[in-house]
């Protein structure tokens, strides 16, 4: 359960649309992925990835789980490499084993699904588009019938979040919304949390369905499916909702809090984080404290002359985990309630991940990196929920792709014989293909204020689809149990070369 992240909009990645993985695999082919990773970063001695597929197949998240730490039942709690033993976060509960209940006044399925794709649609929810033209592109939200909708359920049972990529609603009890909404408004954060109807019980506790606001509202407007936030981009949305005043400028927080700096990455990481990175594998195990670790980002001169295969290999099987838990960084970063992760690949110059054995060449689906803002926390603190977006930048390949063609057939037919616009050509370069699209779009809008204004009518479909993305946001859960920290969720993912994981909060 791994969202696609994204660098910059203005870089290479700029919202590419890779094939999706998941934390979680979801067919044996799949569990043998993630076996290979488990086994790459020394967590899987003992179980081999057909135990994998056939304990995910039967019970999910947990059992996966369960399988990790009954590997590895020890993890260095600090510099001096004292065992604990790991305490399951996240339990799964099938679809179909709770009671959804339905009571009179409540609005919306209980479980929606953000899909991943985007594709066309006719006249779907709010719409900046042109009159005359009802198609959209969209990333539709489909229903989840709780007999189909599996859950992931905090250990204390007080929230609970659809196993699904892209849940567009959490379960909580009210205390867990009071309290969040109590840190999301001492952060300055641009959304607070509402129960919005629908309950469920689980474990026989009753849980009701929670989805955000903005700040100033008590309530999602009746008028609207999901509120729009902000931009869809991973940075801008963490940023806002952390109450940042920047939006792409955070503040990395180390140990207790106490000590920091502030980051503004830039189309792929931050000198500052890379220089943190060199400095963590230069160092032994357990031996960088945490003004080390300001001073060296600071200096930004820490970075190794291969920085990421160092750093990789460093870290690889656990070589740095007393350093990461006395800095609160990679599996043991912790941010609050108003706070957020970070996670940023470091390049090596063979573009291979270093951090497992034998390394790993991820190809062209690697992610500069990935920002999540926490906005709600279990009441024994296990479990952390993020709300999440990322870079939606599919208009043009959609509108190339699909929409034109709708478009130009109908604008055709209604434009006769003489009709002036043209069908599109492979060959065609960007320039001439908004000049296609300009023609068949002024032939279709209906309202001459726009439509007599060269390009307009496109950029109002484009302004409407940006709107859009900015409601395609979703909800994550992660946990403390092995295999659930962010930071392992999103490294066993695929999309991250030697990844750093850091806690982030407002400047």
């Known amino acids: 359960m791994v969202r696609r992240a994204e ?131 969209r990333f539709p939200a489909r229903e989840v019938k709780p007999a189909e909708a599996g859950l992931r359920v905090a250990n204390d049972g007080t929230l609970a979040v659809l196993d699904k990529d892209e849940p567009k609603e959490f379960y909580a009890v009210q205390q867990v919304v009071d309290n969040a909404n109590a840190s999301l408004d001492a952060a300055g954060s641009i959304v607070r949390l509402a129960l919005q109807g629908r309950s469920i019980t689980v474990g026989g506790r009753r849980l009701t369905r929670v989805q955000p606001v903005l700040a100033q509202q008590a309530q999602q407007s009746a008028s609207e499916e999901f509120v729009s936030l902000v931009r869809s981009t991973c940075i801008t949305v963490a940023c806002k909702l952390m109450g940042s005043s920047r939006d792409k400028t955070s503040r990395v927080v180390l140990g207790g809090g106490a000590e920091g700096f502030d980051i503004t990455p830039g189309s792929d990481s931050d000198p500052r984080i890379s220089s943190l990175a060199g400095q963590i594998a230069s160092s032994p195990d357990g031996g960088l404290d945490v003004p080390g670790a300001v001073d060296a980002a ?24 007393g350093t990461a838990a006395r800095l609160g960084v990679n599996q043991h970063a912790a941010p609050g309630v108003g706070e957020g992760f970070a996670i940023f690949s470091m390049a090596a110059e063979d573009q291979h991940d270093h951090s497992v054995q034998p390394p790993a060449a991820r190809g062209d689906n690697v992610w500069g990196y990935h920002f999540a803002a926490v906005v709600a926390s279990s009441l024994d603190g296990s479990c952390r929920v993020t709300l999440e977006n990322y870079a939606r930048n599919d208009f043009d390949r959609v509108a190339r792709e699909e929409l034109y063609d709708t478009l130009y057939q109908r604008a055709k037919k209604s434009g006769g014989w003489f009709s002036s616009v043209s069908a599109l050509q492979e060959s065609d370069d960007q320039q001439a293909f908004k000049k296609k699209f300009d023609d068949v779009m002024r032939r279709l809008c209906t309202d001459p204020d726009i439509r007599d204004i060269q390009g307009l009518p496109r950029r109002r479909l484009q302004e409407d689809f940006e709107d859009h993305t900015g409601r395609a946001w979703f909800f994550r859960v992660y946990g403390g149990g092995p295999g659930e920290s962010f930071h392992e969720q999103q490294s066993a993912s695929g999309y991250f070369n030697n990844p750093l994981t850091v806690r982030v909060a407002r400047p």
């Open 298 to 321: 600071g200096a930004r001169d820490r970075a190794a002359p291969d920085n990421g295969r160092v750093y990789g290999e460093a870290v690889r099987n656990g070589g740095r985990d």
């Open 7 to 137: 660098q910059d909009p203005a870089s290479a990645y700029a919202g590419q649309q890779p094939a999706r993985r998941t934390t979680v695999p979801a067919a044996p082919g799949a569990a043998a992925r993630v076996w290979a990773d488990l086994s790459g970063r020394g967590l899987a001695t003992r179980a081999g990835a057909d135990t994998i597929a056939a304990l995910q197949r039967s019970a999910g998240n947990a059992a996966l789980s369960r399988t990790v730490g009954a590997v590895n039942s020890t993890r260095s709690s600090g510099p001096t490499g004292s065992a604990r033993h790991v305490v399951q976060r996240i339990g799964t509960v099938p679809g179909g084993s709770y009671t959804a209940h339905r009571e009179e006044g409540d609005r919306g399925p209980h479980f929606m699904e953000q899909e991943q794709d985007a594709r066309v649609v006719a006249g779907s929810g709010a719409t900046l588009g042109p009159p005359g033209v009802p198609e959209r592109i």
